[in-house]
């Protein structure tokens, strides 16, 4: 993107006074003051011509997505525990925890009971997510902008159990739910994308879904971010119906497909005004 497209920005000449300069503290002042805005420009910035500015936008971008991402709560991780449990629930034995009641049943000269020796079994985690980032059609600063900040918020929500998913007339895996790629490379890869094609919803969460059955979480959940718009010949609601459990985020301005989708397949869903508003929305979609 040329700088004299940069330009229209509100804030743009103060952030970036001169060419290959981005100055953190009045990026810091806009963000505080015009925070969707800011948070759009500093997308765009990423996709500039001018390589210094891009590389430091780019930097940036991954920086204050995160620290916004992280603001939301925290649940436990969701890669599970292992915990102590009777060994006739299942489990692998654990020898030494049980040397006690087995030398307490040889000197009572009886056999020892399953449920006297101990065995280790892995807990199950909490919450899983799949997020879904729609992007056929025209990815702008804002759309990006919401995306990662998306992606940041289900990475802090559930550490070790979430994947990402990209689409267009193809579903791309950004972050497989096996993956121990860290945030910070994931948002970088949101940030990357480029909108074209059609909107090939149901394929979407057909691969969310399958991303989930992967996973040994109690609440597994698939977040949509998109208009709900599709554009194949495939109907999503089926797709959408067989979802454990889903999210959708819409475009304030552009809501009523996923209204819809939403009302038709038992999902829940809520606008979303601007990229700073999206992980407030996810939290609230979540019960807190």
């Not at 009777?86 to 020898?95: E, K, Q």
């Not at 899983?128 to 804002?142: E, F, K, N, P, T």
């Not at 972050?175 to 890869?189: E, F, K």
């Not at 149901?202 to 698939?222: F, K, M």
Request: glycine share 10%.
């Amino acid at each position: 993107m040329a700088r004299s497209s940069l330009a229209g920005h509100p804030g743009f000449t103060e952030i970036s006074p001169e060419v290959g300069v981005l100055d953190p503290d009045a990026f810091d002042v806009a963000l505080a003051e015009r925070p969707d805005e800011t948070l759009t420009l500093l997308v765009d910035m990423g996709k500039a011509t001018d390589e210094k500015l891009r590389a430091a936008a780019r930097r940036l971008a991954g920086r204050v997505v995160l620290e916004i991402g992280r603001s939301g709560r925290v649940t436990r991780r969701g890669i599970g525990r292992l915990r102590a449990v009777p060994a006739d629930r299942g489990g692998d034995l654990d020898l030494d925890a049980s040397l006690g009641a087995v030398a307490e049943a040889r000197a009572a000269r009886r056999p020892v009971g399953l449920d006297e020796l101990t065995a280790r079994t892995w807990a199950r985690p909490a919450l899983a997510l799949c997020l879904v980032v729609d992007a056929s059609g025209s990815m702008g600063g804002d759309r990006l902008a919401a995306a990662a900040l998306t992606a940041a918020a289900c990475a802090f929500r559930a550490p070790g159990d979430h994947a990402v998913l990209s689409f267009a007339a193809e579903t791309r895996v950004l972050r497989d739910i096996g993956s121990t790629r860290p945030p910070s490379a994931v948002v970088d890869r949101v940030l990357g994308l480029r909108g074209h094609g059609v909107t090939a919803l149901s394929g979407a969460l057909r691969a969310a879904t399958a991303q989930l059955e992967r996973t040994r979480a109690e609440r597994r959940i698939v977040v949509l971010l998109s208009d709900c718009r599709a554009t194949d010949d495939h109907d999503p609601v089926p797709a959408a119906r067989r979802v454990p459990e889903l999210l959708i985020l819409a475009p304030e301005s552009d809501h009523e497909q996923a209204a819809e989708l939403a009302a038709r397949s038992n999902a829940r869903w809520a606008p979303v005004a601007g990229p700073s508003d999206a992980p407030g929305v996810l939290r609230s979609l979540l019960g807190g």
